[in-house]
């Protein structure tokens, strides 16, 4: 059976792809926030925010934003993973002859391309607004390579949302706080300026190291130490979600 | 992995046992079911006529007994298992972002078979969904709505299907067309077991009953036997009114004649007293 874990994850995944084609709000309402936040950053607080790097303010911000959106675009795959749950069809699935984990990756690889979309939008606009990059394909790869790694760990944080949720706003509720996390970053102020604790915190975090990276590889300068520090967390990240979650969707389904 | 070796009887349940904490809901459960036949399974809500469908199914694991489906045993070839059977659920499994041929041919393609968008046009004309084929499964009445979740589970032609309660929420026209399709299933040789609790379904449809009460089959037998545990009937002259349903058929048309039309011994004139 296990030769089928492709073919039946294809199916599957197209068959989550078409969810989405067919309600492409979801991919326009992830991207609505991000957007409506850079708006106001750029053009209401911008011009009094001092970020000391000699770049625009869009440039400076992008990388934070870019991570609210994926932030709140799982927040659609554990919704997702819910629904079919609550539906039957998730039984309907486990009572077939197909491979048991197709199930679980058709829902990551469909979150992927969501996110991925509305990330594009987002530089779109971004693009608009007078985002501007000299950056090399090289950098332009590890910053796609930076915000998969992203995606795929919030990912399975949302699968064990969605798998653990009672109800519908409990599978989405969990974002809230990943969506929040990049405030308290340097996302959108240099963490200098935060008093003592808050700064700690602000350094500490993966955000920090991330949003540091994408925007020294946007920006065309050496990422130093900080894309090993982002790696770290994100594999870190990627593998207890991933753990967490298999063993959650094993008791699920014996 | 053929699929189709059916020693014996098509279900084989000994000695099943299930709690859920400290709540024991299957205490010991025995039965079998021939190839090719209907077993109703009866009991009142919460009877764990559906904790016995899921451990069938191989969705859920039995704390003691065995459980042999099509000849594979659910504990040790879940694989096999789930190869012979198709699981209808107490509500129906269908996506309804998709269309019902959508459905279908995805079902097809997880069962990996040859040239789906046939085996999907084929189950549509024969549950009268042509028409209804492209719209969204999230536009169709409880009735389409079964009728597709029912020929979804028909896909692959598994020799042994499981239908818990197929027509809990369904109005009457809709019950018979359920009825109907099992009927021509196991006229077609496939073993169905199904949990209802409406006793009249299981009257219709089933070859044999069995009754489900706390935890244990207290009952197994063809109609006639079961019948036949209780005094003889007496027989009453009663005004033979018609009951609601039939008036309410008679008055809406089309399929009932399917409704009234009596498996095996017709009533007499006089209603039976049970």
Redesign the interface.
Request: overall charge positive; charged content about 30%; proline content about 4%.
């Given at each position: 059976?296990t030769t089928?874990v492709l073919?039946?994850t294809g199916?599957?995944t197209g068959?989550s792809l078409?969810?989405i084609l067919?309600?492409p709000d979801t991919i326009i309402t992830t991207a609505v926030t991000p957007v409506a936040l850079m708006l106001l950053f750029v053009y209401v607080f911008g011009g009094a925010i001092d970020t000391g790097s000699g770049q625009s303010y869009v440039n400076y911000m992008l990388p934070g934003i870019l991570l609210i959106t994926i932030a709140s675009g799982v927040a659609y795959t554990a919704y997702r993973l819910f629904l079919d749950m609550q539906?039957?069809?998730f039984?309907?699935?486990?009572?077939?002859?197909?491979a048991r984990s197709s199930v679980l990756w058709a829902h990551v690889f469909t979150s992927l391309t969501a996110n991925l979309l509305s990330v594009a939008v987002v530089l779109g606009v971004a693009l608009a607004m007078g985002f501007r990059t000299g950056a090399s394909p090289g950098a332009w790869l590890a910053v796609a390579g930076i915000l998969v790694l992203f995606t795929l760990s919030l990912t399975w944080i949302a699968v064990i949302a969605g798998l653990s949720a009672k109800t519908v706003d409990g599978a989405s509720a969990f974002s809230y706080p990943l969506i929040f996390l990049p405030f308290i970053s340097s996302a959108f102020v240099p963490t200098g300026s935060m008093p003592g604790p808050v700064a700690w915190f602000a350094e500490n975090q993966p955000v920090t190291s991330i949003v540091d990276t994408v925007r020294a590889l946007f920006a065309g300068e050496p990422v130093g130490g900080d894309i090993w520090v982002a790696l770290a967390w994100l594999l870190g990240i990627l593998l207890i979600a991933y753990g967490v979650a298999i063993a959650k969707y094993r008791r699920k389904?014996? | 992995m053929t699929a189709n070796q059916v020693p014996e009887p098509a279900i084989r349940v000994r000695g099943i046992e299930k709690s859920f904490k400290d709540l024991p809901v299957l205490r010991g459960v025995d039965f079998d079911v021939s190839a090719g036949s209907i077993l109703a399974l009866l009991g009142s809500n919460g009877a764990g006529k559906t904790t016995l469908v899921r451990i069938l199914s191989t969705l859920l694991k039995a704390d003691a007994g065995t459980a042999r489906v099509n000849g594979f045993d659910v504990a040790e070839a879940p694989g096999e298992v789930r190869e012979s059977i198709s699981l209808t659920g107490q509500f129906a499994a269908v996506d309804e972002v998709l269309t019902g041929r959508e459905n279908l041919v995805l079902i097809a393609q997880l069962r990996h078979l040859q040239d789906p968008a046939a085996i999907a046009d084929d189950l549509l004309a024969r549950f009268s969904l042509t028409e209804a084929g492209n719209r969204r499964a999230a536009t169709y009445s409880g009735g389409m709505r079964r009728r597709l979740d029912i020929s979804m589970s028909l896909i692959g032609n598994p020799p042994v299907i499981f239908l818990d309660e197929p027509t809990t929420g369904l109005d009457p026209q809709a019950r018979i067309e359920v009825w109907q399709t099992i009927r021509e299933l196991a006229a077609g040789g496939t073993t169905v077991l199904l949990t209802t609790q409406y006793l009249d379904e299981a009257e219709q449809l089933a070859d044999r009953i069995a009754i489900l009460h706390e935890g244990t089959i207290i009952q197994n037998g063809t109609l006639a036997e079961l019948k036949a545990l209780l005094p003889p009937a007496r027989v009453e002259y009663v005004e033979k009114q018609p009951s609601l349903e039939e008036v309410f058929l008679t008055l809406v048309g089309d399929t009932a004649e399917a409704a009234t039309a009596p498996r095996g011994g017709t009533a007499p004139a006089g209603k039976e007293i049970r």
């Open positions: 059976m089928h073919a039946d199916v599957l068959r078409r969810h067919r309600s539906g039957g069809i039984e309907r699935f486990a009572s077939m002859p197909i389904i014996r | -």
